[in-house]
Structure formats: structure tokens, C-alpha cells
């Protein structure tokens, strides 16, 4: 098996070009409001070197005051702060048109597979257009095509490369013998991972925030150096919420163990839950909470306050196991959380239990 080598990283979009890229994503969505996080999701998917930079939320927030001078957002009242950045809790796209025009469907000549068509109730007529034209593809490609990504077939059929994805998550989405027809598959944004060269395992540690990336891979590669035994071979940025959707791209790597350490807040554990779910879902196992790491963030961090009385998910806590989570739940309570950055670079470079891979763990 081929193992990834490390690379530079590249030069990050400047804020005009990041303004361009959320314009198109506004001319797309398929909804009037549109989230912080489903904007830097997009931004990094279409430019995956700013997944791993420490003022990605900073720079977000420039390119989407741009578009608020704009015309092309308009900000909610409420906010909801990303990285102490004061981003609204959703954006508004004023020029969103949503026609509720139902098309002629009862009379178009649907395809067996697109029966059901007839009587669906349609949200616009671009939807329907985009329908109709996976019906004519289907009509002229009955067999022999090979299965290719769903943007590549997407883009093939309407011209538009999210419009299959889209179907796909919504009416098509409950229907796998259409989607064996389409010939598609999944194709996840990558992550964002670095090689420890001479680790001496064929594990992957995946953290949530870029700081920490930046002082794990330091800390692993100098204990390699020094012929330490690191079980780590390779460190991954696991990007906050966007670690479901970049697990899976993995896969091909065929890591053991994948262990993850991230925040110590209601939201951590959330993506460290719906992450276990995608890790399972896309055959690479049992994604792990890294016990030396939430430990020793448990007794050296700092706890601070939060005004959210947001609860600690259910999920979360079983995913953690039942040790951890007690020692969670008795330390924190339910105004206090801790940020990873406690266990930094000066800690990581010093102490070597976390180098092995975890064995009391919970496998939810």
C-alpha cells in the first residue's frame, strides 16, 4: 500500500476570490437562508488548503462582508461566533427565487424507473427540468456505463454540478435501483493529512482544530526522530463539522487504528459522534476517542465558560465511554468546556503514552 507524502501547503485564496466562490454557492442553494458552516464547507471543498488554516473563520468573514455590501446576503439578528469570529447564525439570500410552478408532469413520457414522477409534487420547475433530464439519460443509456463521481454525471445530465447531488439527498434518495442506473458514487472531499515519517504503526490521529494538527505532527515527527515507536503514521485534520464528510475519503488507506481527539463541548462530541457514524457507515470501522489525550486535557486544561446551556449529546458520551464521559460530565458540568489547545506543543513534545494506540476505548 502507498503511503501519502507530505507536501506544501499552498498559497489560500485571497478574500475577493473566496467572495466569488460563496456568490456562486448563493446562486445555487436551493434554500433562501444559507449557515456559516455550510459556507465553509463549501469554501473548503473548493479550496481545501484553507481546512487548515488557524483564521479560516476570519477570512470567511470578510469574503461574507463583502457579500452583505453586496446585496447578495443579508445577516440574521442572532449570531453564532466561530472561533470568537461574530458570524450570523444564518445568511438570507434575498435574491433567491423559489417558483412553486407545478410542471406538466402527468403527461411527459416518463421511463419505468421515473414512474412515480407523474404524481410527485414538485418543489420548482428547475427541479423539474433537472428530473427530466435524467429521464432522456436514462432513456439512452441503458447499459454498459461506467460508474463515475456523482458531480461528473451530474454535470454530464443538467449542466450543473450539484443538481444530481441534490436530487439525490431528496427524492431520488430512497430509490437504489435509480441510483444503480445513474452509475454514481461518492466521491468525499479529501482531508487534509501528513505522513509522520518513521512511525512505526499504520494508525491515523485526526484532531479537530488546526492549531492542534500543527503541534501533533511536530510532536510525532520529533519522537520518530528520536526512534521513539509512534503508532501514528499518519496525523489528520479532521476540519470541526466537517470531519462525516471527509472521513470516508480514508477508505482507500485502509488505516488501523483511526483515533480522534477534539474539543471537550457539547459540539465536540457532536462531531465526534456523527464522525463515528460516517467512519462506520463508510467501512473503516470503529472511529476512537484517544483516551491519554481527553485525559490529560481533563486534568491540565483550564476550563472556560459558556453561556449555552446546550446539553451534552447522548451520543457524544457513549461514544466516549462511560469513564470518560463520568469524568466529563463531573468536571464541566453544564457551563464549562475545554478547548484542545491545552494540550499543546511544550506537553506532546514531553509526554509519550499518547504515541501507542488506545485500547480502553469505546467502540459505539
Known amino acids: 500500500m502507498q503511503s501519502r507524502s507530505a507536501g506544501a501547503v499552498p498559497t489560500e485564496l485571497p478574500v475577493d476570490a473566496i467572495a466569488g466562490q460563496l456568490a456562486n454557492l448563493a446562486r445555487d442553494w436551493p434554500r433562501s437562508r444559507i449557515s456559516p458552516d455550510d459556507l465553509m464547507e463549501e469554501l473548503v471543498r473548493a479550496s481545501p488548503e484553507m481546512a487548515v488554516s488557524a483564521g479560516r ?96 454525471r451530474s454535470l454530464e445530465i443538467t449542466g450543473h454540478d450539484k443538481a444530481l447531488g441534490k436530487l439525490l439527498d431528496g427524492p431520488f434518495k430512497p430509490r437504489s435501483d435509480l441510483l444503480r442506473a445513474l452509475a454514481v458514487r461518492d466521491a468525499p472531499p479529501p482531508m487534509a493529512i501528513t505522513e509522520v515519517h518513521g512511525a512505526t504503526g499504520w494508525g491515523i490521529l485526526v484532531v479537530e482544530n488546526g492549531t492542534t494538527f500543527h503541534s501533533v505532527l511536530e510532536a510525532a515527527r520529533g519522537h520518530a526522530e528520536r526512534g521513539r515507536p509512534v503508532a501514528w503514521k499518519w496525523i489528520g485534520y479532521g476540519a470541526g463539522r466537517q470531519l462525516g464528510a471527509i472521513l470516508p475519503s480514508l477508505v482507500s488507506m485502509g488505516p488501523d487504528p ?26 473503516l470501522g470503529h472511529l476512537l476517542p484517544h483516551p491519554d489525550l481527553y485525559r490529560a486535557l481533563l486534568k491540565s486544561g483550564r476550563p472556560q465558560h459558556r453561556e449555552s446551556r446546550k446539553a451534552w449529546p447522548a451520543a457524544g458520551l457513549a461514544w466516549l465511554g462511560a469513564e470518560l464521559a463520568d469524568s466529563v460530565v463531573g468536571r464541566l458540568g453544564t457551563n464549562s468546556w475545554l478547548a484542545q489547545e491545552w494540550i499543546g506543543l511544550t506537553w506532546l513534545s514531553r509526554e509519550t503514552d499518547w504515541l501507542t494506540e488506545p485500547s480502553d476505548v469505546a467502540t459505539v
Not at 70 to 91: N, T, V
Not at 258 to 283: K, N, Q, S, T
Request: proline fraction near 11%.
Open 57 to 152: 473563520f476570519a477570512r470567511l468573514k470578510e469574503a461574507i462582508d463583502i457579500l452583505v455590501a453586496d446585496g447578495i446576503f443579508e445577516p440574521s439578528k442572532a449570531l453564532a461566533p466561530r472561533q470568537g469570529i461574530p458570524l450570523a447564525k444564518a445568511y438570507l439570500i434575498p435574491q433567491a427565487e423559489r417558483p412553486p410552478t407545478p410542471p406538466p408532469a402527468r403527461s411527459h413520457p416518463w421511463m419505468p424507473l421515473m414512474a412515480w414522477c407523474a404524481t410527485w409534487r414538485w418543489p420548482n420547475e428547475e427541479t423539474y427540468g433537472h428530473v427530466v433530464a435524467v429521464n432522456r439519460w436514462l432513456a439512452s443509456h441503458s447499459d454498459g456505463v461506467a460508474v463515475v463521481p456523482v458531480r461528473e
Open 258 to 283: 483511526i483515533a480522534y481527539f477534539g474539543d471537550l463541548d457539547p459540539e465536540g462530541l457532536e462531531i465526534a459522534a456523527a464522525g463515528a457514524v460516517a467512519a462506520r457507515d463508510g467501512h
